[in-house]
């Protein structure tokens, strides 16, 4: 059975290229014969070209790539399924048919046409190709007659408009990572097996992968438990659970007071947005704690947010002795240098007699670029719950410099902070600082320093626009200000905010995300049958 894209939250486990292996062989050792899932991994290829073909074409012929592994057996399957249905196949392999081994051998053996190699198979007349040469487990760059093959391949559809249907991911592409090996074919659908992998959504191979399908051959989901997969999809039924409910006898003060500390009086928009989504994401109150010569510009802008007074370390302090405030935003155009640092570890000092979520962004993280061991020691000496938002040049500057410039701090978990996985990397500077961490982009991670991770599917790229970032970074306080753990909240909105983008579609701007957000609430939140509000667990 084939999954469609909408239905991925119900099976949001990512799987790396290692643990896809141990799935494959914990189910084998359950009983259930290799060439039984290679069937029908290859059958569910062949639904797929023949769905991409339609029923239009007058005569319909299919190129099928095979490589020498299970990647080339699934191939085989596929060809034979397609020429049972009367489709001209065409089948070209990579290696000598003799060099097969195992269960591929015997999908070959099952193919009664000719095997050509692969630089003989014709594309002028094809309808469609079949690209089963490597699988999500590459791990180097292709070269000689694979990467030549894949050049060819990507040339055909760019030229004719034809169809790639890639086996498992598009060939070049690393499953764990994202990773271009070298060169990777350009598919228009990729069909992948029990669950996808990290590099189906991570860039650059998400923008390989074209329509992701998951297809069920059959492996059992009771392999997980003994698995146990550190990444998933974000999604709702992550954190659901976690998810405020919305009482009918609540008040204000029972869902949290989230404070946003905002720059001088020449970048004072950024504190404000922030604090807008704190407060549509349900934070009880609002505060933008501003310079003085800031207040009045806050003050004209601002309704339903409140102000207080805060110049420098001393006053946050001060402000932040009131135990009620359970939320603080830093960083949106606050300023970059030794006043901002001096903040930030104000508020990471300041005891609270319960849970504080401080959430860091932009300058709050850039101030620090130059000493990252001041921030980690300043994060791991507090007892507030901290999550650090920074896109990819942030992240660079502070994670990527740091390893370079303080080895010794990096070594100690042997971070590799210059790897291509987006994922790694994101987990390696959760693990290293103490800190949830969140790297923004197309494919956002949200990573815990246990492990956990999280990885976004299908962010908008209208979410690129000036502001938006701040917004997450006020969604994420207004979330923990009503006591959501830091890494529910900071995956939760993550994927409320690519919600409300998609919801409000073209023309996006950052002030309309928090606006969007009632509808996504809507779409989300089920009445409980006593006045109140929460997120549906799966069923």
């Known amino acids: 059975m084939l999954q469609d894209v909408t239905s991925f939250f119900r099976t949001p486990e990512l799987l790396t290229t290692a643990e896809m292996a141990e799935a494959d062989r914990l189910a084998i050792e359950g009983g259930i014969a290799g ?9 569910a290829v062949a639904d797929a070209a023949v769905a991409l073909l339609g029923a239009t074409r007058r005569s319909r012929r299919v190129a099928v790539f095979c490589g020498p592994g299970n990647n080339g057996g699934d191939g085989f399957v596929a060809a034979r399924r397609l020429a049972l249905q009367g489709i001209d196949v065409q089948l070209g392999l990579l290696c000598p048919r003799d060099a097969l081994k195992g269960d591929a051998a015997t ?24 690209d089963a ?39 070049g592409i690393d499953g764990t990572s994202g990773e271009v090996r070298g060169v990777a074919i350009e598919a228009r659908c ?13 860039l650059p191979g998400k923008t390989h992968c074209g329509v992701l399908r998951l297809a069920d051959i059959g492996i059992p989901a009771c392999v997980l438990a003994r698995i146990k997969p550190f990444c998933s999809l974000n999604g709702p039924d992550l954190w659901a659970a976690a998810f405020p409910r919305l009482e009918a006898g609540g008040n204000k003060y029972g869902r949290g007071h989230a404070v946003v500390v905002s720059g001088g009086p020449v970048h004072t928009g950024a504190a ?21 010569d800031a207040l009045a510009a ?61 959430v860091l962004d932009a300058d709050a993280l850039t101030s620090f670029a ?24 942030e992240f660079q500057r502070l994670f990527n410099a740091a390893a370079q410039d303080a080895p010794a701090l990096a070594a100690k978990l042997n971070a590799k902070f210059n790897s291509s996985s987006k994922l790694e990397r994101c987990r390696a500077a959760a693990a290293l600082s103490g800190a949830v961490v969140l790297l923004k982009g197309a494919d956002t991670v949200v990573a815990a320093p246990d492990g956990r991770a999280t990885l976004a599917a299908d962010l908008p790229p209208t979410l ?76």
């Open 298 to 358: 806050h003050a004209a802008a601002l309704n339903a947010i409140m102000t207080r007074l805060c110049d420098g370390p001393e006053e946050l302090s001060a402000l932040l002795a009131d135990q009620r405030l359970n939320a603080l935003i830093m960083g949106p155009a606050l300023g970059v240098g030794e006043a901002t640092c001096r903040l930030v570890e104000a508020a990471l000092r300041a005891r609270s007699e319960r849970p504080r979520a401080v």
């Open 272 to 292: 404000r947005l922030a604090a807008r989504g704190a407060l549509r994401a349900g934070a009880g109150l609002v505060t933008v704690a501003t310079p003085r």
């Open 464 to 539: 690129a626009t000036a502001g938006s970032g701040d917004v997450l970074a006020g969604m994420i306080g207004g979330l923990a200000a009503q006591a959501m753990p830091i890494f529910e909240a900071a995956s939760a909105a993550a994927w409320l905010h690519g919600a409300a983008a998609r919801r409000f579609g073209p023309g996006l701007i950052s002030e309309d995300i928090p606006e969007a957000l009632p509808g996504v609430f809507s779409a989300l939140l089920r009445p409980d049958g006593r006045g109140g509000y929460f997120v549906p667990l799966p069923s």
């Open 107 to 130: 999908a070959a053996a099952a193919w009664r046409g000719p095997v050509l190699p692969v630089a003989e198979i014709g594309l002028d007349e094809a309808d469609l190709a079949i």
């Open 35 to 43: 060439s039984r899932l290679m069937e029908r991994a290859g059958a």
């Open 190 to 202: 990729s069909v992948t097996f029990f669950r996808l992998k990290p590099g189906h959504l991570l």
């Open 133 to 171: 040469l490597f699988g999500a487990g590459l791990t180097r760059d292709l070269d000689g007659v694979a990467a030549e093959t894949v050049r060819r391949l990507n040339a055909w559809t760019r030229r004719t408009s034809r169809p790639v249907v890639a086996v498992d991911v598009p060939s």
């Open 370 to 393: 130059d000493d990252l061991p001041r921030l980690v020691t300043a994060i791991q000496g507090s007892a507030a719950h901290v999550a650090l938002t920074p896109h990819e040049g």
